[in-house]
């Protein structure tokens, strides 16, 4: 495996805590989705297809839709993860030289 490898840990960290805040966000957008799509089956689309078509696929897609932004913070615990080894392998390197 040849080939110049560069890494920069803070660029790595704020990447980590960027994607952190979005999935915040996301859920948070999510949430308010799902109230107002509640909100919307209860009072202005309140009909037998709404009960059994709507209403389910809103479910599915709703379900997805969390555990997409719950994978975001496995993304963010795997970059957070890269740039942990490498300081530590780093230092270790540093340490062992002179």
């Not at 009072?43 to 555990?67: I, L």
């Amino acid at each position: 495996m040849a080939g110049r490898i560069t890494i920069e840990p803070s660029e790595i960290e704020e990447a980590a805590s960027w994607l952190r805040n979005q999935k915040e966000l996301l859920q948070q957008g999510l949430q308010e989705a799902d109230t107002k799509m509640a909100d919307v089956v209860a009072a202005a689309y309140s009909t037998p297809g709404s009960e059994t078509k709507f209403k389910p696929y809103w479910d599915e897609y709703n379900t997805g839709t969390k555990n997409a932004i719950e994978g975001l913070e496995g993304v963010s615990s795997f970059l957070q993860a890269v740039s942990n080894a490498f300081v530590s392998t780093d230092d270790q390197t540093a340490g062992s030289i002179g």
